[in-house]
C-alpha cells in the first residue's frame, strides 16, 4: 500500500482500493456494462438532472476558482516562479489542503458525465478522448497526492482547468435549456480552443520549472504532468481538426456543388 508523505488523509479517495475500485467500475460500466443494459431499452430522459449536474458543476468550480484565486493573489502563499508544496507547519497548510480535496473530489464526480451518456444511449460521445480524459485526470489525482502531497506544482494548473470547467458547464447548462438557445450560441468550437490554450499553459509552465535547477520539485511528477498536457493537446487538437476545420471544408464543398 502506497503511503502519502501528508498525514491527514484524503477522505474516500485517498485509499488506493477505492479509487482502483471507482475508476475500474466506470470503465466496466460504460464501456461494457452500461451499453449492454441499455440495449433493448429506451435511453433515459435526465434533461432534468442533467441541468442539476450542470448548475451544480458551476457552482462548484466556482467555489474552487474563488477559493484557489484568493490562495494564489492575495495570501501569496505561492512563489509563482517555483510551486513547491507548503510545509506541514505553515500556516495556510490547511486552506491547500482544503482547495485540493475539493478540486480531487469533483474529478470523480465529472464520471458522471459519462454515465449520463451511457443511459441516454449517446454513443457517439462516448469517445476514447472522453473516457480517457475523464479516466486520467481523476487517476493522476490520486496520483499527484501520493507522491506529491497537497498543492505544489499542479495547483495553478488545476486553477487553470477549474476556470475553463466554469465556462465550460456554463455552455452546457444553456445548451439544456432550449432548441432555440441551443442554436443561439456560437462559441462551442472556441471551448476546445481554450482547452488547447489551457494545455500549451501547462506545458510552458511545466518546462520553465524544470529549466530552474534550484527550484526543489518532483522532476518525474513535472515531467509526468507535461505528458499528460501534450496527450491532450494532440487529441483534443485531433478532435478540433475533425470537428470544425475538415467538417468546415466539407460544408463549403457541398455548398459549392
Not at 40 to 58: E, H, T
Not at 136 to 157: D, E, K, Q
Not at 184 to 210: D, E, G, P
Amino acid at each position: 500500500m502506497l503511503t502519502p508523505i501528508d498525514p491527514v488523509k484524503l477522505p474516500i479517495f485517498g485509499n488506493l482500493w477505492v479509487t482502483m475500485a471507482t475508476l475500474t467500475t466506470y470503465l466496466v460500466f460504460v464501456l461494457k456494462v452500461g451499453p449492454k443494459i441499455m440495449e433493448k431499452r429506451k435511453p433515459f430522459d435526465l434533461r432534468g438532472v442533467i441541468k442539476v449536474y450542470n448548475i451544480a458543476q458551476i457552482l462548484y468550480n466556482g467555489v474552487i476558482l474563488v477559493l484557489g484565486t484568493h490562495f494564489l493573489f492575495v495570501l501569496r502563499a505561492y512563489t509563482l516562479r517555483c510551486v513547491v508544496n507548503l510545509p506541514l507547519e505553515h500556516e495556510h497548510k490547511d486552506r491547500e489542503r482544503l482547495i485540493c480535496i475539493l478540486y480531487t473530489f469533483n474529478k470523480f464526480a465529472d464520471l458522471l458525465e459519462t454515465v449520463f451518456f451511457v443511459l441516454r444511449k449517446k454513443h457517439r460521445q462516448i469517445s476514447f478522448l472522453h473516457v480517457f480524459h475523464h479516466f486520467s485526470m481523476a487517476f493522476s489525482g490520486y496520483l499527484h497526492y501520493i507522491f506529491i502531497g497537497y498543492g505544489g506544482i499542479a495547483f495553478p494548473l488545476c486553477l487553470l482547468n477549474v476556470a475553463v470547467h466554469v465556462v465550460m458547464y456554463t455552455y452546457y447548462y444553456l445548451s439544456s435549456v432550449s432548441q432555440e438557445v441551443q442554436k443561439s450560441l456560437w462559441w462551442k468550437k472556441y471551448i476546445t480552443i481554450v482547452q488547447l490554450v489551457q494545455f500549451a499553459i501547462i506545458m510552458l509552465h511545466c518546462l520553465f520549472t524544470l529549466m530552474q535547477p534550484n527550484c526543489n520539485v518532483s522532476r518525474p511528477v513535472t515531467s509526468g504532468i507535461a505528458l499528460l498536457a501534450a496527450s491532450f493537446t494532440a487529441m483534443f487538437g485531433n478532435f478540433y481538426f475533425h470537428n470544425y476545420i475538415r467538417s468546415g471544408k466539407r460544408k463549403s464543398e457541398q455548398a459549392v456543388q
